[in-house]
């Protein structure tokens, strides 16, 4: 029920902007550690140790405190605030409402043709450069978005409030955000950020693939393609240069009768992706909408499945 709780919540107020924010804050923890410690002068495996440090560091911390706030609301002796905290705490780590206010907010400018607005609005959502984007090409970024981050920002944290409650949703949101600050292939983070990508690329594995099952399921549900969702994750998933971000977006690209990768720019040079899915349906705007359908669904089911697994338990089936 905690994990419910925390999903109505997100979905009823969203995740507020504020600096008091938890992700904020540990994102001020992790510069704050690598203003103290990074020097460019260090050697490469200097580099690397002091990173795989920040990276103990920040995940102690994360989890320490987390289980010290869930045991001060437990003193109180009143469940409510005991429960009411955690789901609080728990909705800070996933963000559906977020991936759907972002994708709607860009379906809208491309129904209206302000492709100008689209453009510069995908370029908070991702990393490539966005100024001469087709609609076509903005609807991809938003749909591989939303679809790579179901995974990173809904099934993951739940996964593991799953295995072993609200203090290990937080750690793993701590190190997915300093997987998203430090795990660059540059000269300054190649060392430095190793280990923070390669925690985020461990701990995402499994919910990675639970994700994709999750959406062949949803295509079923929504009547989408599930057979060629199905198809494209089986052989395509493997693509993606990360060993996770695939199995979301293959599954998503064949429900959808499109093709996601292709050639992106970062910083004025164009890197080329393998393609996903087959381009059986031009991109449109309506793809989003179907997207954000499809995490929407992919969620609700993970909620239940956690929701059965408990109620299982209780009885002592399982």
Same mark, same amino acid.
């Given at each position: 029920?905690?994990?419910?709780? !925390?999903?109505? /919540? ?12 938890? @992700? @904020? &804050? ?9 203003? +103290? ?15 795989? /440090? ?5 995940? #102690?911390?994360?989890?320490?405190? %987390?289980? +010290? ?18 789901? &609080? ?28 607005? !689209? ?6 959502? @991702? ?13 991809? !970024? ?7 981050? %179901? ?20 750690? #793993?949101?701590? !190190? ?18 190793? @280990? ?27 009547? #989408? ?16 240069? +990360? ?19 292709? #050639? ?34 992919? %969620?609700?089911?993970?909620? /239940? ?14």
């Amino acid at each position: 029920m905690t994990a419910i709780i !925390a999903f109505f /919540l997100d979905t009823l107020i969203g995740d507020p902007r504020s600096r008091f924010h938890p @992700v @904020v &804050l540990i994102g001020n923890l992790i510069s704050g550690l690598e203003k +103290s410690i990074y020097h460019p002068d260090l050697t490469d495996k200097r580099k690397f140790l002091y990173g795989g /440090l920040l990276v103990i560091v920040v995940l #102690y911390i994360t989890y320490a405190l %987390t289980d +010290s706030i869930i045991q001060l609301a437990s003193l109180t002796g009143n469940v409510f605030i005991y429960y009411g905290v955690q789901a &609080l705490i728990l909705s800070f780590t996933i963000s559906p409402r977020s991936l759907s206010e972002a994708g709607r907010e860009l379906y809208g400018f491309l129904q209206e043709g302000d492709l100008e607005n !689209a453009r510069y609005k995908v370029g908070w959502i @991702v990393g490539r450069d966005t100024d001469k984007l087709t609609s076509g090409e903005v609807t991809r !970024a938003t749909v591989e978005t939303i679809a790579e981050n %179901t995974t990173d920002g809904i099934i993951s944290p739940l996964f593991f409030f799953v295995i072993g409650g609200v203090p290990l949703a937080v750690l #793993y949101r701590a !190190a997915n955000t300093m997987d998203s600050m430090l795990g660059y292939k540059n000269e300054k983070y190649l060392y430095f950020g190793r @280990v923070a990508a390669r925690v985020d690329d461990i701990l995402n594995y499994i919910p990675a693939r639970i994700t994709g099952i999750l959406f062949v399921i949803s295509a079923l549900l929504l009547g #989408y393609n599930w057979r060629n969702s199905w198809n494209m994750l089986m052989r395509d998933a493997s693509k993606h240069p +990360s060993p996770n971000g695939g199995w979301a977006e293959a599954s998503v690209a064949g429900a959808l009768n499109i093709r996601l990768g292709g #050639y992106n720019s970062y910083f004025g040079v164009l890197h080329f992706r393998e393609y996903m899915g087959e381009p059986i349906e031009e991109l449109e705007s309506t793809h989003i909408m179907k997207c954000i359908r499809m995490m929407y669904t992919a %969620t609700i089911l993970f909620l /239940l499945v956690i929701y059965c697994c408990q109620m299982l338990h209780n009885f002592g089936i399982i």
